[in-house]
């Protein structure tokens, strides 16, 4: 069974600056999906960024990046220019993309980010 | 913007009493989770559907959950009786859930159903 571990329960960023949330995981699969989602307080969780196993090019999406390390298992998120509206739990979620399989998510344990003003 | 909608947002409930959680996804929307969110923890799967029919419930305490999905597509989950470890956020997630499609795997998540049991 593939497991996600976010190792850093707890982070915080100054207004502006740069931050960086950890993600491994554990999977013997060759092909997979993996989504940072975040969730803001007593707010639905979205997605933030996803990426596909077979692409060797980090994804990006305005102030969010990732560093994607399939040989390390590795995939950590970087908020750019953090701002208040950022602050909020952030998890590491992992698929399949296997044939058969049902393409469920399993999720890390999260890392609260807070960003100091 | 399409969204999956849940009611109720809030439920406080006494242990051994029913309770039941009701979910829209989006429209067009073939594959339904339910997943159980403990404070301070990621969100574990209880269920899944592709469209009417059970996919996966390997993590469904069936002696006390059940859930529908009768016409493939809103979803009941529902708790009897209720124990004080059942609180929790009960999250109602959709997506298009077909392998090949691009962003079919993608999640859109509901606000949630917060479950207090006293």
């Known amino acids: 069974a593939q497991t996600v571990t976010q190792s850093q329960p707890e982070m915080s960023v100054q207004e502006a600056e740069t931050v960086t949330l950890s993600c491994t995981y554990d999977?013997?699969?060759?092909?997979?999906?993996l989504f940072w989602y975040k969730q803001p307080p007593s707010r639905q969780m979205i997605l933030v960024i996803r990426?596909?196993?077979?692409?060797?090019q980090n994804a990006t999406e305005n102030r969010f990046s990732v560093n994607f390390q399939k040989a390390a298992k590795s995939f950590s998120l970087k908020i750019s220019d953090s701002q208040l509206g950022d602050a909020a739990m952030y998890f590491c979620?992992?698929?399949?993309?296997?044939?058969?399989?049902?393409?469920?998510?399993?999720f890390g344990k999260g890392t609260l980010l807070t960003v100091n003003p | 913007e399409a969204e999956v909608a849940q009611s109720p947002r809030y439920k406080i409930t006494e242990k051994s009493q029913a309770v039941a959680f009701w979910c829209d996804p989006i429209?067009?929307?073939?594959?339904l989770y339910w997943y159980r969110q403990i404070l301070g923890q990621g969100p574990e799967l209880l269920v899944q559907?592709?469209?009417?029919?059970?996919?996966?419930d390997s993590q469904l305490p069936k002696d006390r959950f059940s859930a529908e999905r009768l016409k493939g597509v809103d979803s009941t989950l529902k708790i009897q009786p209720a124990e004080l470890g059942d609180s929790a956020m009960y999250l109602c997630?959709?997506?298009?859930?077909?392998?090949?499609?691009?962003?079919?795997?993608?999640?859109?998540f509901g606000a949630g159903s917060r479950l207090t049991v006293l």
């Open positions: 997630a959709s997506s298009l859930g077909l392998a090949g499609v691009a962003g079919a795997n993608v999640l859109t």
């Open positions: 999977t013997s699969e060759s092909d997979y999906y």
């Open positions: 990426q596909e196993a077979y692409k060797q």
């Open positions: 559907f592709q469209d009417e029919s059970v996919v996966d």
């Open positions: 979620a992992y698929r399949s993309a296997a044939w058969g399989s049902n393409y469920k998510l399993t």
């Open positions: 429209s067009g929307h073939a594959t």
